[in-house]
């Protein structure tokens, strides 16, 4: 059975990839490069993807959760987008992790 707090920090991940999904298009990012959009959507997708690994308690979706981080970061350091919801993201990630990992060894390994 899934932890209230999985449930929790999955419900605000699936309302913040859908905040984020509209970015995708907008004109700031095509301005930045040809193929800056379709990135930026692979990293939404898989964001996406993760919560709903983490939605059935499952390992791998705990590990998705954190590669999808760190390429998110990643990639808004690249286009030098670090303002302020920058690093309420990097908190709110931080402060998620915490409890993803100290349920991680309950996940299911199983895909």
Do not use: D
């Not at 991940?13 to 859908?18: D, E, K, N, Q």
């Not at 690994?53 to 998705?64: D, Y």
């Amino acid at each position: 059975m899934r932890p209230k707090v999985i449930s929790v920090i999955c419900i605000i991940g699936f309302i913040l990839v859908i905040l984020s999904f509209p970015q995708v298009f907008s004109p700031g990012i095509k301005k930045i490069g040809m193929f800056t959009p379709a990135i930026y959507g692979g990293i939404i997708a898989f964001q996406f993807i993760s919560f709903v690994g983490l939605w059935h308690f499952k390992q791998w979706g705990a590990m998705g959760f954190a590669m999808a981080f760190f390429c998110k970061i990643f990639f808004n350091i690249l286009i030098n987008e670090t303002g302020v919801l920058f690093y309420t993201y990097i908190c709110i990630s931080l402060f998620s992790f915490i409890f993803v990992l100290r349920y991680f060894r309950q996940m299911s390994p199983n895909f």
